[in-house]
């Protein structure tokens, strides 16, 4: 079954919709503190510039890392996992052939 053939139930999708924002919550409570902390170290302009470019380069990933207009989020959800901020068992409830997929590209990633 290829990934575009996949059907995703409603429930499905509430439990992908409810995972990624849980995800996306952890990210972004850690991305705080890690600017908080280097804001609290800026001696100088050169400081202030990097943590300008940190952000920016953070809002680009973030922003294409979370973006559900796909059709099928398996890479997404593997990224996630990946990265730590999802785990396959936040996933419980889809069919066994989405988390196996989710699993296995998780793993080449």
Do not use: N
């Amino acid at each position: 079954m290829q990934t575009s053939e996949l059907q995703w139930t409603s429930h499905e999708q509430e439990i992908v919709k409810t995972a990624v924002a849980e995800a996306h919550q952890r990210e972004i409570t850690a991305l705080v503190q890690v600017v908080h902390d280097q804001a609290q170290a800026i001696a100088c302009m050169d400081d202030l510039w990097q943590l300008h470019d940190f952000l920016s380069a953070r809002r680009h990933d973030l922003d294409g890392k979370y973006d559900q207009r796909e059709p099928t989020p398996l890479f997404m959800l593997a990224g996630l996992i990946k990265d730590g901020w999802l785990s396959l068992d936040e996933l419980t409830g889809l069919a066994a052939p989405k988390l196996a997929k989710i699993k296995a590209l998780a793993q080449m990633l």
